[in-house]
């Protein structure tokens, strides 16, 4: 295994970590990582070239076009982040939802200044698909949860197709995406118990309908995606950043809980407030803001002067 394989796991696993957590965005950390064009690039290419490949049995040639040694390792590093990642989410958002809040907060403040200093030269266009994206997402993370949502394969291929789709766009979380369609615990409480070996049938056909609609709808999606970093890049990367600068709305970590105390995770609902100055917590809060999104920074700045020796090494 390459150095680079490793990295791709580790950052993989990041994405997957972020992915279960409602409000924040594995498209957000790819951007973080510095990886989220060869992303959407890679997986636009599993298409009918891709296909023909196969059948004349040019391996090295498929391999190439999807990028496929990235992607194996880089989705093994998501699949592992994700099922080894789901206990401790679950109980940090269980019990320190402020403060995970505020980790995050900061890290997806920082991460719409990296996205936004993308764009190059702002013009007009440039700015109004940065609010009209930060108004949909604004918008999109206040909508109330679906109490009673179908229970069906056909319902679960739906969500995982239009989860997926979101979780491939910075700032718009396919965790959320799931609370709002009923179906987040559901699935996250299935994937909670796999690695106790903790399933039944009913799990595998809930898992195998979401995850085939989370399939065709990614290889969808990425196609229109990468279509639009490709012709209309600034543009793009302005709404995106948008889309992470609405989505902030969710993840505020000034609130308080809004149904009785001792309410299952599932059945929380909180209030967004504003900070109280007086309290020792709110600090706290403001700390982790600001040391997450320091840190976000820190890697950016590191990751452009690795890449600035590569170039001139």
Known sequence: MRRSDLAQILR?????????????????MALILGIYERLVAAISHIDTSLLGQLKRREWRTAAEHCDLRFLAFL?????????????????????????????????????????ARMVGTWRALQGLALIAAAGLAFWL??????????????????????????????GISGAFILLVLGQYYHVTGILKGIPKLEFDSDALVTVGSFAAGAVVGILSFSRL?????????????????????????????????????GTDLKARLY???????????????????????????????????????????
């Open 141 to 170: 993370v206040g909508l109330p949860f679906l109490q009673e949502p179908p229970d069906s394969p056909a319902y679960l291929f739906a969500c995982g197709a239009v989860a997926i789709c979101a979780m491939i766009l910075p």
């Open 225 to 261: 995606l990468r279509l639009l970093l490709d012709r209309f890049h600034a543009t793009t990367m302005a709404a995106l950043a948008g889309f992470m600068l609405g989505s902030l709305r969710k993840i505020w970590p000034f609130k308080h809980e809004t149904t009785p105390p």
């Open 75 to 115: 989705g093994l590093g998501i699949g592992a982040g994700i099922v080894g990642l789901a206990s401790t989410m679950h109980h940090l958002l269980d019990h320190h939802v402020q403060r995970t809040h505020a980790a995050f907060f900061g890290m997806i403040l920082a991460s719409c200044v990296l996205v």
């Open 12 to 28: 993989g696993a990041l994405m997957g970590g972020a992915d279960i957590v409602p409000g924040v965005s594995g498209g957000t």
């Open 271 to 313: 209030a967004n407030d504003w900070p109280e100055f007086g309290t020792t917590e709110t600090w706290i809060l403001l700390g982790l803001v600001v040391v997450a999104g320091a840190f976000v920074l820190a890697l950016e700045l590191v990751s452009t002067r690795l890449s600035s020796k590569k170039a001139h090494g």
